[in-house]
T-cell receptor, first 115, second 114 residues
Framework: DTGVSQDPRHKITKRGQNVTFRCDPISEHNRLYWYRQTLGQGPEFLTYFQNEAQLEKSRLLSDRFSAERPKGSFSTLEIQRTEQGDSAMYLC?????????????FGQGTRLTVV | GDSVTQMEGPVTLSEEAFLTINCTYTATGYPSLFWYVQYPGEGLQLLLKATKADDKGSNKGFEATYRKETTSFHLEKGSVQVSDSAVYFCALRLLTSGTYKYIFGTGTRLKVLA
């Protein structure tokens, strides 16, 4: 296993279009996080899954955003009716609840540009 | 609310200089503390961590000590290299309502000149 994998790495879309990103966590990790990072800022929490259950959603996650993790493995993040303000790097991370004090491992991110 | 404050960058140093990047935090519980590093176009990589007060995390010559009395976790390195040029993020992790959440600072860009 080579770590957390995100696809695509880059996405350019026109305003109003829908986009979907995929995250494949480290295989034995049951926790999965989505973060958003804008230029010059630190990552901001969007949502958290433990197994297939979405346990928390940030207020940053408007109703145009939806995330799923149907089988407790990979996850998808969909943005409907994209806006220019959605342009950012979307980061996925995973960790394990079975190991004490384990840190989150991050993927390389999907950079979204809305034109 | 819970937050992390880092010194603003960019920090520009000559090779072999001493590095300090300040980080302080505000948290309602007892967080674990982390430093992550981000190279251009890449995701975040864990640099070091500390899970309780007075713990010292270290990796690749970088060190940081969890100071509960000053709510700080400053990053230090005795002799920086050009390859250390990157953005460094201080972060805390809290367990609230059964959810682990990471809160990041805004990042500090380090430029090391040969």
């Amino acid at each position: 296993d080579t770590g957390v994998s995100q696809d695509p790495r880059h996405k350019i879309t026109k305003r109003g279009q829908n986009v979907t990103f995929r995250c494949d966590p480290i295989s034995e990790h049951n926790r999965l996080y989505w973060y958003r990072q804008t230029l010059g800022q630190g990552p901001e929490f969007l949502t958290y899954f433990q197994n297939e259950a979405q346990l928390e959603k940030s207020r940053l996650l408007s109703d145009r955003f939806s995330a799923e993790r149907p089988k407790g493995s990979f996850s998808t993040l969909e943005i409907q009716r994209t806006e220019q303000g959605d342009s950012a790097m979307y980061l996925c991370a995973s960790s394990s609840s079975r190991q004490a004090n384990t840190e989150a491992f991050f993927g390389q991110g999907t950079r979204l540009t809305v034109v | 609310g819970d937050s992390v404050t880092q010194m603003e960058g960019p920090v520009t140093l000559s090779e072999e200089a001493f590095l300090t990047i300040n980080c302080t935090y505000t948290a309602t519980g007892y967080p674990s503390l982390f430093w992550y590093v981000q190279y251009p176009g890449e995701g975040l990589q864990l640099l070091l961590k500390a899970t309780k007060a007075d713990d010292k995390g270290s990796n690749k010559g970088f060190e940081a000590t969890y100071r509960k009395e000053t709510t700080s976790f400053h990053l230090e390195k005795g002799s920086v290299q050009v390859s250390d040029s990157a953005v460094y993020f201080c972060a805390l992790r809290l367990l609230t309502s059964g959810t682990y959440k990471y809160i990041f600072g805004t990042g500090t860009r380090l430029k090391v000149l040969a």
